[in-house]
């Protein structure tokens, strides 16, 4: 069950100056341009056009972040890997996101967006090197498994797996379609892991269960 499908839009920011200022935990979405980070992330919150599907890559040039509950945020990041985006643009981002993922206390771990035909590019490395020294949970999805048969697909699995051993031992990986719906179940467990949702759910059912009744219940 997915505890996110209520999900609001909550703000945009541009640069460090305008990163949001909560107490709570956040979840950021990074991959390369067409890999279908945006995809993901609409049928995991079972949202069409929460975060939009552009045709031009790169055309999302801000971090979104988007609330449920009160206290988690999925954070998506702009797109990487687009060639028609000017030199300046491209090192303000590349030093905005390596900030981000090395310095923002509130994010919880990165969910590492990959098209299964093309996995471990440059640019993915890097977002690996960004993040994997803060020691946080990185989960890497194989999108558009569909594209490939079922026995390609475990192929490229357990190549990906056996790559990641040798420098980013901590870093997990599965299967992912958002066209099949593949990988869903498995993908709203790990990030409900991460937001520690069944406990946050229990403390305040317990808060529930000790406040005083209303008059009229």
């Not at 975060?51 to 055309?59: M, N």
């Not at 303000?92 to 590492?112: A, C, M, N, P, V």
């Not at 890097?126 to 194989?142: C, R, V, Y």
């Amino acid at each position: 069950m997915s505890f996110f499908h209520n999900v609001t839009f909550y703000t945009s920011a541009n640069d460090i100056r305008g990163l949001p200022v909560h107490s709570g935990i956040e979840v950021a979405f990074a991959g390369r341009s067409n890999a279908g980070k945006s995809s993901v992330i609409n049928t995991l919150t079972n949202r069409n056009r929460l975060a939009f599907v552009s045709k031009t890559p790169g055309r999302t040039q801000l971090i979104n972040f988007f609330q449920f509950g009160t206290d988690f945020f999925l954070v998506d990041l702009p797109g990487y890997g687009y060639a028609k985006v000017p030199l300046s643009v491209r090192q303000h981002w590349e030093k905005f996101l390596s900030t981000y993922l090395q310095t923002r206390d509130s994010l919880k771990g990165l969910i590492l967006i990959m098209d299964i035909r093309h996995p471990l590019k440059e640019l993915d490395i890097q977002m690996l090197d960004w993040f994997a020294p803060t020691g946080k949970s990185i989960h890497i999805l194989l999108t558009k498994s569909d594209k490939l048969s079922r026995n390609e697909a475990n192929r490229t699995l357990l190549e990906v797996r056996k790559s990641l051993l040798q420098s980013y031992a901590h870093c997990t990986v599965q299967l992912f379609s958002s066209t099949k719906s593949i990988g869903v179940e498995e993908t709203i467990s790990v990030i409900n892991d991460w937001f520690c949702v069944s406990e946050k759910l229990y403390q305040d059912n317990k808060s529930d269960n000790k406040r005083p009744p209303v008059k009229g219940e």
